[in-house]
C-alpha cells in the first residue's frame, strides 16, 4: 500500500527491514543502545559489530526513551541507522503516546539533519514493549504523515512491518486517513 502526503509517499510492506535500500533505517532500541532482540538484533546481526562500537563510543550515555541517535549503517544497504528508544506499555498513563511520538519525531529531525530522502521504519515498542499495535500504528502513521506535508527533504517513509497482524493494523489506520 502507498499513499502520498504533500510531496512524499508513506508505504506499508511486510517484510524484513534489514534488506531494506533506503537512506536511513530505524532501528526500534532500548536506552542502553546495547543491542537486544527483536529487531535490534536482526540489524545489529545483519550490520556487523562495528555498529555497537560505534553506539558505545559515541553515546556512552545511551539514549533516553523518546528520542534517538544515528550511527553509520555497516554492511547494510542503508547510509545510516537511526537508533529510536520507544516506550515500554505500562497501561497508558505513563505519557507512552507522547514519548513513542517524540522518538518518531526525532528520527524525522535526524532524516532531514542528514540529508535523507528515504527513511524505513519498524513498528517501534509494538514487540517485547507491548505497546498495543493499533495505538502505536495511529501515532507512527499520523506522525510521519504530519512531517511529509511540511518537509521538502523526504521523500519516501516505509514502514517495514515484520508480520501479517501488524501490517493489516497500520493498513487500516492508513485507509481511514485518507478519508
Ligand atoms: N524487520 C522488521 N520488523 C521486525 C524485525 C525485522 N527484521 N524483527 C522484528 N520486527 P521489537 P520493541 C518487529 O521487540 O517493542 C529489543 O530487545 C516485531 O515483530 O523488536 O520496540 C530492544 O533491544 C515488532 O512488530 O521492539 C529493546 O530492548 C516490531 O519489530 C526492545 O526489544 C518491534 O518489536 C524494544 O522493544
Redo the contacts with the bound molecule.
Keep these: 500500500m502507498i499513499v502520498q502526503f504533500g510531496s512524499a509517499l508513506i508505504e506499508l510492506v511486510l ?4 534488506t531494506q535500500e533506503v537512506d536511513a533505517i530505524v532501528n ?3 536506552s542502553f543502545l ?10 545489529h546481526d ?1 550490520a556487523g559489530p562495528e555498529i555497537i562500537k560505534e553506539l558505545a563510543r559515541r553515546y556512552p550515555d545511551g539514549c533516553p526513551t523518546g528520542s534517538a541517535v544515528a550511527t553509520s549503517a555497516g554492511l547494510l544497504a542503508a547510509q545510516f541507522i537511526f537508533h529510536a ?2 516506550p ?1 506499555w505500562e497501561g497508558g498513563g505513563k505519557k507512552e503516546s507522547q514519548l513513542l511520538q517524540s522518538a518518531y519525531e526525532t528520527c524525522l529531525d535526524l532524516a532531514e539533519q542528514n540529508r535523507c530522502r528515504s527513511v524505513a521504519f ?10 498495543p ?1 493499533d495505538l502505536a500504528g495511529e501515532i507512527a502513521l499520523r506522525t510521519v504523515a504530519t512531517r511529509l506535508e511540511s518537509t521538502q527533504q523526504i521523500k519516501l517513509v516505509r514502514f ?4 501479517q497482524g ?1 501490517f493489516g493494523c497500520y493498513s487500516r489506520i492508513l485507509e481511514t486517513m485518507l478519508v
Design positions: 517484510g524484513d527491514i534489514t526500534a532500541a532500548n546495547a543491542g537486544g532482540g527483536g529487531v535490534d538484533g536482526a540489524i545483519a528508544v520507544g515500554v519498524p513498528s517501534i515498542s509494538t514487540g517485547v514493549y507491548r505497546y499495535v517495514v512491518l515484520f508480520d501488524t
